[in-house]
């Protein structure tokens, strides 16, 4: 199955600032995919990354706030622009384990302390 | 939005202990998948079962499905120490590849 590598694993931003969080996948993947975790809480999706067009955002969250780039088929990144400590959290990247639907696989993470 | 509500919310067991979890959801789905997450890291896919299956079986882990009750339960039989980690169903629907994820569920598994 595909294997991710997410980079940064943590940071710790001043409020104001903007991080980017780049995932690598192994193979390429038509879709790529972008969580947030809030502290104690479980997964909501971002937005959906595919490549050659731009991202597909989810409820509650803009662009101009969550930019997302995929220049190809094994790689994104997100930025989390202007932050501020209400960000602070695990961004997580995903993609399909393999064709046919079983399932998927997710970076690492990146655990964001906004200060 | 999430889909899915683990039940318990925690879980504190002895090690050699079966530990069983709940998750209920609320639309129709594709299939159901449960995923461990260690410590606030990334998550580990465990079991996907499909819409039209009632039951599955991988190792230590043994899942089933209720869509008349739109309920699923993840049973881990013999736990270990290293089981401890918080545990989320998932769920897509409909022609989206999108997983909407349940709350979690944090099981302790004591030695």
């Known amino acids: 199955s595909a294997v991710i590598s997410q980079k940064p694993s943590r940071d710790i931003c001043q409020r104001g600032t903007s991080l980017t969080i780049q995932c690598q996948v192994d193979?390429?993947?038509?879709?790529m995919f972008w969580y947030r975790q809030q502290p104690g809480q479980s997964l909501t999706l971002i937005a959906t990354a595919n490549q050659g067009s731009e991202a597909t955002y989810e409820s509650g969250f803009v662009i101009d706030k969550f930019p997302i780039s995929r220049p190809n088929l094994t790689f994104s990144t997100l930025t989390v622009s202007n932050m501020s400590p209400e960000d602070s959290s695990i961004y997580l990247c995903?993609?399909?384990?393999?064709?046919?639907?079983?399932?998927?696989?997710f970076g690492s993470g990146t655990r964001l302390t906004v200060v | 939005s999430q889909q899915g509500e683990e039940d318990p919310q925690a879980l504190s067991i002895q090690e050699g202990e079966n530990a069983t979890m709940n998750c209920s959801y609320k639309t129709s789905i594709n299939n159901l998948q449960w995923y461990r997450q260690n410590s606030g890291r990334g998550l580990v896919h465990l079991i996907l079962i499909r819409s039209n299956e009632r039951e599955k079986h991988s190792g230590r882990l043994r899942v089933t499905l209720d869509t008349s009750k739109k309920s699923s339960s993840l049973l881990i039989t013999a736990s270990r120490a290293a089981d401890t980690a918080s545990y989320f169903c998932a769920t897509t629907q409909g022609g989206s590849e999108k997983l909407v994820f349940g709350k979690g569920m944090k099981l302790t598994v004591n030695p």
């Open positions: 193979s390429q993947v038509t879709m």
């Open positions: 995903s993609v399909e384990r393999a064709a046919g639907n079983s399932g998927y696989t």
